[in-house]
């Protein structure tokens, strides 16, 4: 079988589910609840959701559970989101205010991660650093634990003015590059 072959007839098996909101003008203007939001606007979309059969079935019974008689399926779907929302901001904040500080990123310069993030102390504890918050910042755990740990990255200063970054840091040469917060300083040549 051709690749081309396998991946349509994949395609044509997988299970899922659409969610449409079609609806007339007379019959939205004609409705007088202003309880629904079908009543107040016009919607003209189509939300698709592809995926294994086990995740169509349940995504489908959280529906059938947020569905309301007589309302169409996509008003479920906007139940289940502010259902999520509420759940979300009403979870408590993490305690550590550094993440908060540096926008839940990893400072490293050139790093996007969002994830796995770490509080570092730019003076280690080791070496005497305390725990006040000029001295923390929020870095990914790769670039904690392979760069910053791993030799492969310097950091110093406070985190209140821009942390001094040097990437790529070897024995005997000067680093790869060097940073002042996201601003470069150098680059090593070729």
Do not use: K
Request: some cysteine; overall charge positive.
């Amino acid at each position: 079988m051709l690749p081309s072959a396998v991946g349509q007839s994949f395609t044509a098996r997988r299970p899922g589910v659409q969610i449409g909101a079609r609806s007339r003008v007379d019959e939205v203007l004609a409705r007088n609840d202003s309880t629904c939001r079908a009543g107040r606007e016009v919607c003209d979309v189509a939300v698709q959701f592809t995926g294994p059969a086990s995740v169509v079935a349940l995504f489908r019974d959280v529906l059938d559970a947020f569905a309301h008689a007589g309302e169409p399926r996509w008003v479920a779907l906007e139940e289940i989101l502010r259902h999520v929302l509420g759940y979300w901001e009403g979870t408590p904040r993490h305690r550590d205010p550094i993440f908060a500080r540096d926008g839940w990123r990893c400072t490293v310069p050139g790093c996007s991660a969002r994830r796995s993030l770490h509080d570092h102390h730019l003076c280690w504890r080791s070496h005497g650093g305390g725990n006040e918050r000029d001295n923390r910042t929020a870095i990914c755990a790769a670039h904690h634990l392979h760069g910053v740990h791993g030799g492969a990255i310097r950091a110093w200063g406070g985190a209140s003015e821009a942390v001094h970054w040097e990437l790529g840091v070897r024995r005997g040469v000067p680093p790869l590059l060097s940073y002042i917060g996201d601003r470069l300083l150098n680059c090593a040549p070729g």
